[in-house]
């Protein structure tokens, strides 16, 4: 049986918690709602030192368990408990890291862990040198909607053109993957509900595991999901087919004619049909593109300090919690 991570990536409002929690209902599978652990651990690597050292770790799972901005007191686990294991367990950053979602799953009986936070998809190379045996499940849903649905979010502090870039770079770099076939899989919201059973059953194939009837019922395991979240409310009812194409009524003529000029051959390349909007302005794609090479530059300075911090690494990175992880790391005990 496998007992590889599975990640759960996407635009922001692609359905990814829906996924989550259908993940979550399968009887060997847990994934927790979203926490801010991985990537912060990752980017803050230098921090805690060399992780062979029982202190470090100590150290790196104190700050998991006891800071505001970790999110973990959503997932349930013991905070003191972890630390001890933590100090007891193999010394890298991932085998801490994956200790909190690997108790996660302990508590809920469950023999593999999963972790979804739609983020992610920026942060490919933090969750694979992490975890080298991560699965990475990419939702995609019509950018329309998840533009419209952005703007709606009290979270969501961008405009429209932060929006449409939020989708575009997605898909952008799902396209421009070099993963392995059995690393990555892309799966649309649209055919998740419209055929639960048939998309869930390949999904299943992709991750080695058998498909559960229980997997079309994601709301009866919606108590995972912190009740102050109330944006995912949806989530606490039965699949549904009734949001896709929303963006109809929700977006106005001008914000679609951008979403298409912008997305088109995006949409259309999975499926989407354009509504054969007028072509959206210059004065809105040139906002747009504002927007778009102020994130992508600040994209390539993170890609570049984090080459750098790579080199500098004071000691090891992957997981070292299951038998497949000590062979990739070449650890054989």
């Not at 193999?90 to 302990?106: I, R």
């Not at 983020?119 to 190379?125: G, N």
Request: charged share 25%.
């Amino acid at each position: 049986m496998s007992e590889r991570p599975i990640f759960v990536v996407g635009c922001p409002r692609s359905g990814t918690t829906m996924l989550q929690l259908m993940l979550h209902a399968h009887p060997r599978i847990a994934v927790p709602p979203e926490s801010r652990i991985l990537v912060q651990a990752y980017r803050e690597r230098r921090t805690w030192g060399d992780l062979r050292r029982p202190k470090n770790r100590r150290a790196l799972a104190r700050w998991i368990a006891r800071s505001s901005r970790t999110q973990f007191p959503d997932l349930g686990v013991d905070g003191d408990e972890f630390i001890r294991r933590a100090v007891e367990g193999p010394g890298s950053l991932g085998s801490v890291v994956g200790l909190v979602f690997q108790m996660f799953a302990e508590l809920h009986g469950k023999a593999r862990w999963g972790d979804k936070r739609p983020p992610y998809i920026r942060h490919l190379d933090a969750v694979l040198a992490m975890f080298p045996d991560a699965q990475i499940i990419h939702l995609i849903r019509d950018g329309r909607d998840c533009v419209s649905s952005l703007k709606e979010m009290p979270w969501f502090k961008g405009d429209i053109y932060e929006a449409v870039y939020r989708w575009t770079e997605s898909i952008d770099i799902g396209r421009g993957h070099k993963l392995p076939p059995d690393s990555y899989y892309e799966l649309r919201y649209e055919d998740l509900t419209t055929d639960p059973a048939a998309t869930l059953t390949a999904l299943c194939t992709f991750i080695g595991e058998a498909y559960d009837p229980v997997m079309r019922e994601p709301y009866r395991v919606a108590d995972v999901v912190p009740s102050h979240k109330d944006w995912h409310i949806n989530t606490r009812q039965a699949v549904t087919t009734t949001r896709a194409g929303s963006w109809s009524q929700r977006l106005e003529p001008w914000e679609v004619s951008l979403c298409e000029t912008v997305m088109g051959e995006r949409l259309t390349a999975y499926g989407y049909e354009l509504s054969g909007a007028p072509k959206a302005p210059r004065k809105d794609v040139s906002a747009y593109d504002k927007t778009a090479s102020t994130w992508r530059r600040e994209l390539r300075r993170t890609a570049l300090t984090e080459r750098i911090n790579r080199f500098r690494e004071p000691g090891p990175v992957a997981a070292l919690l299951t038998t497949t992880q000590r062979e990739l790391a070449g650890v054989h005990k």
